[in-house]
């Protein structure tokens, strides 16, 4: 089946600095696309979303990019605090089904002190 | 506003003993529900989900069932439980009506299975 992967599993970064965690997607037939952030213990949570009609979404310090050429998702995170520190995954849904998200693998996000 | 329940949090239960999670969602209706399972370190995988009362798809084959026996209320069950039905749980609702609604995840429940 087609899968939705992300190219590391973990990313340290220093408190303040700005964060990249990227996912590639091969379903060519995806239209939406979500990041969610999972803290230890608890259930994900909806960050951002972006349709694929879009490059580009901003919400309050993080930033989704799209490149469908490249099949291509990322989420930048801004000034990154310890509260960040999670698991982020990104998922996809299919053209035309309403209902199934397929989640990827999850990168590990630790924020340095 | 909607929120969903999932109880228990915690549960260990030995090898060949039944399973009964539940899932409730209040401040919505007719929502598609799910069912995820997590393994430690790993991503989701979508075990049920439903769309509608007493409709149920499944998505992996297992020894697992789900059941919707009203609008808002998902339950996972088995009847002998293996090692391998250990993780973390996950219920999800998401709002009909639309292509592109996220879906709301529980708080989950962690299951160990000894």
């Known amino acids: 089946g087609e899968n939705v992967g992300l190219h590391l599993p973990t990313l340290s970064v220093q408190e303040g600095d700005n964060s990249i965690i990227n996912c590639a997607y091969s379903?060519?037939?995806?239209?939406?696309f979500i990041w969610y952030k999972q803290e230890s213990g608890k259930g994900p949570q909806f960050i951002i979303d972006?349709?694929?009609?879009?490059d580009k979404r901003q919400g309050q310090r993080v930033t989704v990019l799209l490149n469908k050429t490249v099949k291509h998702l990322s989420l930048q995170i801004a000034a990154t605090q310890p509260g960040d520190s999670a698991v982020y995954f990104c998922?996809?849904?299919?053209?035309?089904?309403?209902?199934?998200?397929?989640f990827g693998s999850g990168t590990q996000l630790t924020v340095l002190p | 506003s909607q929120t969903i329940h999932q109880w228990p949090a915690t549960l260990v239960q030995p090898v060949g003993s039944p399973l009964s999670l539940e899932c409730t969602v209040e401040?919505?209706?007719?929502?598609?529900l799910y069912w995820y399972r997590q393994a430690a370190g790993r991503g989701l995988q979508l075990l049920f989900y439903?769309?509608?009362?007493?409709?149920i798809s499944s998505e992996v084959p297992q020894n697992l069932s789900a059941s919707r026996p009203q609008d808002r209320q998902f339950i996972l069950s088995s009847k002998k439980l293996l090692l391998s039905d250990s993780g973390f749980y996950l219920c999800?609702?998401?709002?009909?009506?639309?292509?592109?609604?996220?879906?709301?995840f529980g708080p989950g429940t962690r299951l160990t299975v000894l």
């Open positions: 379903n060519s037939a995806s239209d939406y």
């Open positions: 999800a609702w998401r709002a009909t009506g639309g292509l592109y609604n996220e879906q709301f």
């Open positions: 401040g919505t209706s007719n929502p598609n």
């Open positions: 439903s769309v509608g009362i007493g409709q």
């Open positions: 972006i349709r694929s009609n879009m």
């Open positions: 998922a996809e849904k299919p053209q035309g089904s309403a209902r199934q998200l397929t």
